[in-house]
RNA sequence: GGAAGCGUGCCGGAGCGGCCGAACGGAACAGUCUUGAAAACUGUCGUAGUUAAUAGCUACCGUGGGUUCAAAUCCCACCGCUUCCUCCA
């Protein structure tokens, strides 16, 4: 949710921001209704409700004999504030879903447009070339034995696979990989439940325009994840943390669940996009004023990442319409994927300022006592997908893969995966 | 799955339907004392909304309903936790 104090005192901040995103600006004007609407029906009913408690109070304090005829006048009231009440939470409520629509403010320097306006912040690294035709890594995977998709389809469906033997191992390698390096940058491991309550679902607003993307167990009114940072972002709801020290930092472990409803036949070959995969979040909660350096840091990390992966990438800085509801500012890192020769996005990391907070209620103590909402950044540093590129970018004319240096440690020591060897 | 019990402020822990936003203890913070610290003593000490206001008013005692002039206190539902039994690991 954006800042109730923003609407109010720079209304045009925020048009600006929606017009940016290609969003809806009449949104923020009617939100600003709801607003004074809302504002005059609580005043309404807490002066009655003043009333009433002050009559009650004469009752209580009145010798036995007036008492019936105190409440007899009393009796009266009880409905008018009921009625007031009713139209206060009314009001309220409309003030709510006025506010939910409007995304968070983007941050400025934010390219405005959609999907395609997004500014290449750097290219790192060369991309991969071959003196003999390279293979897919659905190829590569069957060659190797090593991603096993058929019979993925075969027990669950399309979209589903078998990671074996140095598939299995390479997935856990950079996982591990992934975990140490956070650790060493002061991110606290955390395995997350994957299974979520419809409140906790919602609070971090993936309810909304995407619901559809989101597995639903109606048996038990419980939704899978498709992120770990919804079970961390949840992790602090409705606490007042202590940041003044420096953020505190996640890093959680978790299998990832997505339906996806929009996508079909996108990306059908191979592992790209699939419903289940492991993903490596970071997470942060931090004093606002911090979250922009926060969130280069977490860029920082994932480069490292593609870096020690020696893969061929590309930053980019998202636009203001390709942006998620929460976030206000986005830089995907995306990495070369030979057999399709472009670049395909391995880690997205967003900075959410306070709108994730305020929604969830995570709050921190300022210098000058007050409570205010934290800013939450999220990043991420490894995901199965990864194996897409690694696979491409270091595979070898007779189908084996070398395995980048930082890998092998993860990998017993192992400098190539081939056909022959077993894991 | 069966049975019982419990959910109150940062923590512990009271709370006859009205005088309870909530006793008491601890923690924390400020001060006195002390060379300094500890101890002792004194004071402060929930969150949010509305409002020009750190004045007033309003809301919040797991959540949502209900009864009542009035609910932390009574009733119902839900959620969570604990213990015991059963079951499965």
Redesign the pocket.
Known sequence: MID?NLLRENPEAVRASQRARGADVSLVDAAISADSAW?KA??E???R??E??????L??QAPKEE?AA??AA??G??AR?KDAEALS?EAQAALDSAMMAIENVVIEGVPAGGEDDFVVLREVGTKATFDFEPRDHVALGEMLDIIDIERGAKISGSRFYFLKGWGARLELALMNMALDLASKADFTPLITPTLV?PEVMAGTGFLGAHADEIYYLPADDLYLTGTSEVALAGYHRDE?IDVSNGPIRYAGWSTCYRREAGSHGKDTRGILRVHQFNKLEMFSYIAPEHAEAEHLRLLALEEQMLQACELAYRVIDTAAGDLGSSAARKYDSEAWVPSQNTYRELTSSSNCTTFQARRLNV?H?RAD????PVATLNGTLATTRWLVAILETHQQADGSVRIPTALRPYLGGAEFITAKTTA
């Open positions: 109730p504002r609580i005043q009913f807490e002066a409700r003043a009433q408690n002050a009559s009650s109070k009752v209580a008492k105190l409440v009393a009796q009231l009880a504030v939470n309550r007042i709050r103590r006592g007050k409570t205010a």
